[in-house]
């Protein structure tokens, strides 16, 4: 199908009126966007660069491509998971503001990997990453289009840390962005918005009750955080588990309690994964679980759980409801998977709210003009995003929410730049 000039691969072109209006409805909560937005259309910073973005496809996602799009940018996306499109927001990104997509809701692997050949033939110049799939197509099955590659940037935990690993091993070929190092990006974004969302997943998927369950959240970096802590919030009686003392110290201090996955696995009512790691929940957690258990999955790739092993273990498979796959053991204990595994937060629900991706974009926006500003000096390597720029995302968020902080009187400047006062 073509968009004007160009091709592109979705779901209905029909669904374009709901998704525009879903668009603008997220619009309203990303102020910080829209000012970024606005001096992209006077400067046009990005003016005539192709870039591609493999990002999920949200509402706040196509906020993201039409500020690049304001910039001057040549841009065209794909998606970053085969479940977490929104074909309506596809619809109105094609059909109201002429940006090619590639993404289908469901689409199986190959389709997803076409998607992404998609957005890779575009010949960018500028790629933006949620996970590393781009790169990682572009690095291994078009290594002669790299040389033509000024940057990218990358959006999530487990993308960044595939990048530091290539960057280590010396095989990466432009340099990288960590746009989720930002700390306007991880401190509220996975945090907040993982936390939020990833509840938010759960509870559209199954309507249960919160209150009174045993949740147990696997990983307490910062979406691990922002989950224990929510569903704290709702009355659940959260477990935590870690691998990293430091951070199990630190769920323990918040109130949480804190043990092995095998004696979490015979308690525990709900399960989630938020660790960035493979078969955090495999066969010997299967079978402790109670009757009923519910597993979900919030990290950013679903071998988090160890499915093929409870397909194994099951003698039946059926879906209960949308985004709910019944399991029933050899035993004749039922084992509820759902969204197949995939981040739960964008399979059933709408992924994070739009005030907090404001932050996270407005990194992207930013990031990709620092790329095209300074390509020729920037070497193969990841870099972290500028502290200036994440500093004027914190100013400008605080502004748009009608917030003054602090000033240093110029007696505190002095004294804090001293080192001579004492007792
Ligand atoms: N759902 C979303 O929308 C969303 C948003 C942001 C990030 N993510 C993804 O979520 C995952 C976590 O991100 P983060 O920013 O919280 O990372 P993080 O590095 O801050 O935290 C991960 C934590 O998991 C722990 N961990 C690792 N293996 C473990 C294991 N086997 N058992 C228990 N704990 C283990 C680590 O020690 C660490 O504390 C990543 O895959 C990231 O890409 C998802």
């Given at each position: 199908?073509?968009?004007?000039?160009?091709?592109?691969?979705?779901?209905?072109?029909?669904?374009?009126?709901?998704?525009?209006?879903?668009?603008?409805?997220?619009?309203?909560?990303?102020?910080?966007?829209?000012?970024?937005?606005?001096?992209?259309?006077?400067?046009?910073?990005?003016?005539?660069?192709?870039?591609?973005?493999?990002?999920?496809?949200?509402?706040?996602?196509?906020?993201?491509?039409?500020?690049?799009?304001?910039?001057?940018?040549?841009?065209?996306?794909?998606?970053?998971?085969?479940?977490?499109?929104?074909?309506?927001?596809?619809?109105?990104?094609?059909?109201?503001?002429?940006?090619?997509?590639?993404?289908?809701?469901?689409?199986?692997?190959?389709?997803?990997?076409?998607?992404?050949?998609?957005?890779?033939?575009?010949?960018?110049?500028?790629?933006?990453?949620?996970?590393?799939?781009?790169?990682s197509t572009l690095h291994s099955d078009k290594p002669e289009q790299t040389k033509d590659v000024?940057?990218?940037?990358?959006?999530?935990?487990?993308?960044?840390?595939?990048?530091?690993?290539?960057?280590?091993?010396?095989?990466?070929?432009?340099?990288?962005?960590?746009?989720?190092?930002?700390?306007?990006?991880?401190?509220?974004?996975?945090?907040?918005?993982?936390?939020?969302?990833?509840?938010?997943?759960?509870?559209?998927?199954?309507?249960?009750?919160?209150?009174?369950?045993?949740?147990?959240?696997?990983?307490?970096?910062?979406?691990?955080?922002?989950?224990?802590?929510r569903a704290k919030g709702m009355g659940a009686n959260v477990i935590v588990i870690e691998i990293?003392?430091?951070?199990?110290?630190?769920?323990?201090?918040?109130?949480?309690?804190?043990?092995?996955?095998?004696?979490?696995?015979?308690?525990?009512?709900?399960?989630?994964?938020?660790?960035?790691?493979?078969?955090?929940?495999?066969?010997?957690?299967?079978?402790?679980?109670?009757?009923?258990?519910?597993?979900?999955?919030?990290?950013?790739?679903?071998?988090?759980?160890?499915?093929?092993?409870?397909?194994?273990?099951?003698?039946?498979?059926?879906?209960?409801?949308?985004?709910?796959?019944?399991?029933?053991?050899?035993?004749?204990?039922?084992?509820?998977?759902?969204?197949?595994?995939?981040?739960?937060?964008?399979?059933?629900?709408?992924?994070?709210?739009?005030?907090?991706?404001?932050?996270?974009?407005?990194?992207?926006?930013?990031?990709?003009?620092?790329?095209?500003?300074?390509?020729?000096?920037?070497?193969?390597?990841?870099?972290?995003?500028?502290?200036d720029i994440d500093k004027e995302i914190a100013r400008l968020k605080l502004e748009s929410m009608?917030?003054?902080?602090?000033?240093?009187?110029?007696?505190?400047?002095?004294?804090?730049?001293?080192?001579?006062?004492?007792?």
């Amino acid at each position: 199908m073509s968009c004007k000039t160009k091709s592109y691969d979705i779901k209905d072109l029909k669904l374009s009126s709901k998704g525009k209006l879903r668009i603008e409805w997220a619009d309203n909560q990303m102020p910080v966007l829209e000012t970024i937005r606005n001096r992209f259309k006077k400067e046009k910073p990005l003016d005539g660069v192709r870039l591609s973005a493999c990002l999920h496809v949200t509402t706040e996602t196509a906020n993201l491509m039409r500020t690049l799009k304001d910039g001057g940018a040549d841009v065209v996306l794909s998606a970053s998971n085969p479940l977490s499109t929104q074909d309506d927001v596809a619809a109105s990104l094609v059909e109201d503001y002429e940006i090619p997509v590639f993404a289908i809701k469901g689409e199986d692997n190959d389709t997803y990997y076409k998607h992404i050949n998609s957005a890779i033939d575009h010949k960018p110049q500028i790629t933006m990453d949620d996970g590393a799939d781009v790169i990682s197509t572009l690095h291994s099955d078009k290594p002669e289009q790299t040389k033509d590659v000024y940057g990218r940037t990358e959006e999530t935990t487990i993308g960044v840390i595939r990048l530091n690993s290539m960057a280590e091993q010396k095989v990466l070929k432009y340099p990288i962005i960590a746009v989720n190092d930002a700390k306007t990006k991880h401190l509220f974004d996975n945090r907040y918005g993982t936390g939020q969302s990833t509840i938010d997943g759960i509870l559209r998927a199954t309507n249960i009750l919160f209150s009174g369950k045993t949740v147990v959240v696997f990983g307490y970096g910062m979406c691990g955080r922002g989950v224990a802590t929510r569903a704290k919030g709702m009355g659940a009686n959260v477990i935590v588990i870690e691998i990293e003392p430091l951070n199990a110290l630190q769920a323990v201090m918040d109130g949480f309690r804190v043990m092995t996955s095998i004696e979490a696995a015979k308690v525990g009512d709900v399960f989630i994964t938020v660790t960035g790691d493979i078969h955090v929940l495999r066969k010997e957690h299967f079978e402790m679980m109670p009757d009923g258990a519910i597993l979900a999955n919030s990290g950013h790739f679903d071998v988090e759980l160890d499915i093929p092993s409870l397909e194994k273990m099951s003698k039946s498979k059926r879906r209960i409801r949308d985004f709910v796959d019944e399991y029933t053991l050899k035993s004749g204990k039922k084992i509820y998977l759902l969204g197949e595994g995939r981040l739960i937060n964008l399979a059933a629900a709408e992924g994070h709210p739009a005030s907090v991706m404001d932050m996270s974009f407005a990194n992207q926006a930013l990031a990709a003009e620092f790329i095209y500003k300074n390509h020729n000096e920037l070497e193969k390597k990841v870099y972290t995003v500028p502290e200036d720029i994440d500093k004027e995302i914190a100013r400008l968020k605080l502004e748009s929410m009608d917030i003054s902080i602090e000033k240093l009187t110029p007696e505190q400047e002095k004294y804090l730049s001293s080192w001579e006062i004492g007792t």
